[in-house]
């Protein structure tokens, strides 16, 4: 079958364009839809929102890392999450990088390699609302705030928390920001101050932005530092404290889905800001929205959560401790439905000690309602209360 082509090409022979698809040279080619849709039509007959469990998702059989490795998840999580056309368009940057040949028999079939058509000729429009959500206290008031990114304008915007689960007037604290994407907050320099984490879409550079305790603008945070290089392969970047040293690491997925922890030195030293990775998991390859709450259960240890291809989101408890795959404990499932969700955010946002999410709902590419979670307290979360519009 040609999924198994498909299969092979994008997780084994072509995996350095999975990890820096914008640095690899490769046959510039584009398709009209008429043809993507025969491709679409042999991969997985024409069903563009069929999710069979297979690692391979949407109608054109998108492996999930070369979706998120291409810019997939400005539309969706997942492929089959994704509109047909915003399907086509990630599947339009794939060609252009490794050719026909990722989709094997099916792409030479459809006579994807030559047909040079532009499936839509007219700029698609920018992604509609907020992305790359993050929550920490960037006004020193002990109160949880939200950054994210305007993918329409760049800008980046502050929404400051009130410390009852909802968030005051927005302020902007940055330009240019549309270069930048996984954004992650926690106080990664030991200063006291919340500080941002950012990955440049073009080198893989993995950037920390020191938070200066206020927000004051375009003042909000200071000079940024590169900590590290080859990010562009890693998704769904979440910060906790895994071993409770009271210093913030870090959490990501790799391509082929391994967990990894990176343990925070607690000071801003350049490369050695975070310390030598771990493995602390498996199989997280079909896992999105990673994000951690804090504290789920009341245990004192910080906890992770992350949604499923089936809309199910699990809390993974953590051990209080750097150890490997017993660093996270087995999972519990605390949510059905959640693929109608994205952008998931997690922080105690009311002050009362117990982790809490924040999500929005929106349709796939458009702006939405965001809701507040709060946390039980006992590992799930309580009936949810719309926050803000336009997410």
Known sequence: MSKRTLATTLATASLAVVLSPLLVGGPAHAASVATWDKVAQCESTGNWQINTGNGYYGGLQIYKPTWDAYGGKQYASYPHQATKQQQILIAEKILAGQGAGAWGSCGAGAGLGGDAAAPYPDA??????????????????????????????????????????????????????????????????????????????????????????????????????????????????????????????????????????????GALNGNGTLGARTQIGSGWGSMSELTSPGDLTADGKADLVAVDPDGRLWSYPGSGALSGTATLGART??????????????????GDGKGDLDAVQAPSGSAGALYFYPGSGSGGLGARTQIGTGW
């Open 124 to 265: 698609p429009p920018a992604p509609a609302g907020l992305v790359h959500l993050a929550a920490a206290d960037f006004t020193g008031d002990t109160k949880k705030d939200i950054v994210g990114i305007d993918p329409a304008t760049g800008k980046l915007w502050l929404y400051p928390g009130n410390g009852n689960g909802a968030l005051g007037a927005r302020i902007q604290i940055g330009t240019g920001w549309s270069a930048m994407s996984k954004l992650v907050t926690a106080d990664f320099t030991g200063d006291g101050n919340a500080d941002l984490l950012a990955t440049d879409n073009s080198t893989g550079g993995l950037f920390v932005y020191p938070g200066t305790g206020t927000a004051a603008g375009a003042n909000t945070l200071g000079t940024r530092t590169q900590i590290g290089s080859g990010w562009g392969s890693m998704r769904d970047l979440a910060s906790l404290d895994l071993n409770k040293d009271d210093k913030p690491d870090l959490v990501a997925v790799d391509p082929n889905g391994a967990l990894w922890a990176y343990p925070g030195s």
């Open 333 to 350: 499932q605390i949510g059905s439905g959640w693929d109608s969700m994205r952008q998931l955010v997690g922080a105690d946002f009311n």
